[in-house]
């Protein structure tokens, strides 16, 4: 089983309850690809997205360790999981907006599915609420949208430890790999992320509610 497959599992929450059941209606509904019994597979263009952003990561960090006279940077095995759930949702969100004109809309949202289920940034399920509105499938952009507004209780719930390593896998994803953080797209290693989180939700809302 694949990083992308692992991470799709429970949670006693409900912003994820309410996102794994959102996207289990979108993927009955739209019969989305690259999901098999529910869970998500890793299709080709994915994997290349996620090769690309891990290599970019790797060299990075390996160049600031010979910088600081050292060979390679170093993980712990719990933090190294967040970095590569990091880095799944960051390279599956790259791969949605950077789709051309000739990718089905359908494509699209089943990658910003995907990206969701690795890392539940609330971005990544923003983003297939536009793409829904988009379409006039108000009512699971409606949805969605509703689900990204539960997302600071459940992140106000989560251990402090488990916070800070979440928060600071984004943050190092932003400083070693250039073709991601360059696209300004949001995710919790942005200041005060929780409010931008509120103003993006709103500004949708106003745009087709």
Not at 84 to 106: F, G, K, M, N, P
Not at 141 to 155: M, V
Request: a negative charge.
């Amino acid at each position: 089983m694949g990083i992308l497959e692992s991470m799709f599992g429970g949670d006693p929450k409900q912003y994820v309850h309410s996102g794994f059941e959102l996207t289990h209606q979108l993927i009955s509904e739209f019969s989305l690809t690259d999901w098999i019994n529910g869970r998500p597979a890793t299709s080709e263009v994915d994997q290349q997205y996620l090769d690309e952003m891990m290599d970019e990561f790797i060299e990075s960090s390996n160049a600031e360790a010979r910088r600081k006279g050292g060979e390679t940077l170093s993980y712990s095995p719990e933090y190294w999981n967040y970095v590569q759930r990091a880095i799944t949702d960051c390279a599956l969100r790259l791969e949605a907006i950077e789709s051309t004109d000739a990718v089905h809309w359908t494509v699209r949202l089943s990658t910003y599915l995907k990206a969701w289920a690795s890392g539940l940034n609330p971005w990544a399920l923003l983003y297939a609420s536009v793409l829904l509105y988009q379409q006039n499938q108000a009512r699971f952009a409606k949805r969605a949208l509703e689900i990204c507004s539960l997302f600071p209780r459940y992140w106000n719930s989560r251990p402090p430890t488990e916070s800070n390593m979440a928060v600071l896998s984004y943050v190092t994803i932003r400083l070693y790999v250039y073709r991601y953080s360059k696209e300004n797209l949001m995710d919790i290693g942005e200041v005060g992320f929780i409010q931008k989180l509120a103003n993006d939700v709103e500004a949708v809302r106003r745009e087709y509610c």
